[in-house]
């Protein structure tokens, strides 16, 4: 546990990571065995290929490596660590948490780690979740990251959700500073109204598999799409327009949205709606499709790569996912960050 620092309230950003498989499927790919088409998959979602886990790769070995990345640019070791948050719905096993195995294999010697299991918003909530700790001055050094192995989730012959995921993982760091920046504000929510819309029926105790629901393809993730995109084209606006208000800004001061890679016309909507130009929103859906969890860190990470992430820079991440579930936050980039360029 990190010592209590006076003023060292701020959670700023200091290493990222991403990590994702090497194998690449292609729209065509999918064309070879269910009834779709590269045409169809672009038109409707923006997605044009996905990276997809090795039969080596698991949950905890790709949130690792992306750890360690993060952990690397950070300057951090494992045992500087105060605490790991694994955000995931694809975890290794139901128990023990993957949080616990992400430790051991980074060698994070007895640091605390827990799993949040918040769906695509998952990242966003552990990044606010972090935030809390060292803005109560209680801890000082802790890793989030956002990892998800949901191809093996997917039923392969329901073109329906086939198409539209990928896997992956990603990674900050947050450290305790004196300057103002790091999540600036927040909002969280959830509808379980609409808990239907994208679930996962058999597996947990509601419904553990038997050789009926194996049967019955119940062991895969189901999704209303037409629902979810309803859902998610009206909360992103929103949710992007309540942190920022909350945060004392306006739209304007936003240098880049940062939003959760499910598909383009969800996105372009949501741009539209908040105002936003296009060269103020990330993307790179195409190029991975839905990794759910790891979407946005995966995107933070790309985003840096291509120079769109200045020293203090203002930014604004949101999600939405099953549950139903949103999340939004606006986070100010440190002014002296190792690996960012100035804003010129
Ligand atoms: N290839 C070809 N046809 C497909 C297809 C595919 N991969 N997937 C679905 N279809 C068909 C359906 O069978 C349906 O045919 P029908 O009308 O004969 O029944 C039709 O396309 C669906 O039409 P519609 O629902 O109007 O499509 P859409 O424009 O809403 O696009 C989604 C479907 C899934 C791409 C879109 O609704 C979506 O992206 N929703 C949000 C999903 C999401 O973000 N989920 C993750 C949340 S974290």
């Known amino acids: 546990m990190g010592q209590n620092t006076k003023n060292m309230h701020y959670g700023k950003i200091t290493g990222w990571g ?9 729209n065509e790919d999918f064309a070879a065995f269910i009834d779709t088409s590269d045409e169809w998959i672009v038109q409707r979602t923006g997605i044009r290929r996905r990276h997809v886990a090795a039969e080596t790769d698991q949950c905890s070995t790709m949130a690792t490596e992306a750890g360690k990345r993060a952990l690397s640019l950070a ?9 790991i948050i694994v955000a995931t719905s694809s975890p290794d096993y139901l128990t023990p948490p993957v949080s616990s195995q992400v430790q051991a294999q980074l060698g994070a010697h007895n640091v605390g780690a827990f799993t949040m299991s918040v769906a695509c918003p998952g990242f966003v909530y552990a990044l606010i979740t972090a935030h809390q700790f060292i803005a109560a001055g209680s801890m000082r050094n802790i890793l989030v990251i956002g990892v998800e192995l949901i191809t093996r989730m997917l039923d392969w012959e329901d073109r329906n959700t086939a198409v539209l995921f990928g896997d992956g993982a990603g990674a900050v760091v947050l450290q305790a500073s004196d300057e103002v920046c790091g999540v600036r504000s927040f909002v969280m929510g959830s509808d379980g109204e609409g ?3 994208i679930i996962h029926p058999s597996g947990g105790t509601a419904c553990p598999p038997t050789t009926e629901t194996l049967a019955n393809r119940e062991g895969y993730i189901k999704m209303n ?7 998610a084209s009206r909360k992103m606006p929103e ?4 942190a920022v208000h909350k945060a004392g800004m306006t739209l304007d001061d936003l240098d880049l949205l940062i939003p959760h890679q499910a598909n383009a016309r969800i996105i372009e909507a949501a741009a539209h709606m908040a105002k936003l130009p296009s060269e103020k929103v990330f993307m790179n859906v195409h190029e991975y499709g839905n990794t759910s ?8 990470c790309e985003a840096i790569e291509a120079g769109r992430i200045h020293r203090g820079d203002k930014l604004c991440m949101v999600a939405f996912g099953a549950g139903l579930t949103w999340a ?6 440190g002014s002296d960050v190792a ?3 100035e804003r010129s």
């Open 328 to 333: 939004s936050a606006v986070v100010q980039m």
């Open 225 to 231: 799409g037409r629902e979810v995109f309803k859902f």
């Open 339 to 341: 690996g960012l360029p």
């Open 75 to 83: 300057g951090l070791a494992p045992t500087d660590l105060d605490l």
């Open 239 to 242: 949710a992007v327009a309540a």
């Open 195 to 197: 808990y239907q819309h």
């Open 18 to 26: 991403k990590y994702v498989p090497e194998k690449v499927m292609s």
């Open 293 to 300: 969890a790891a979407s946005i860190p995966i995107a933070f």
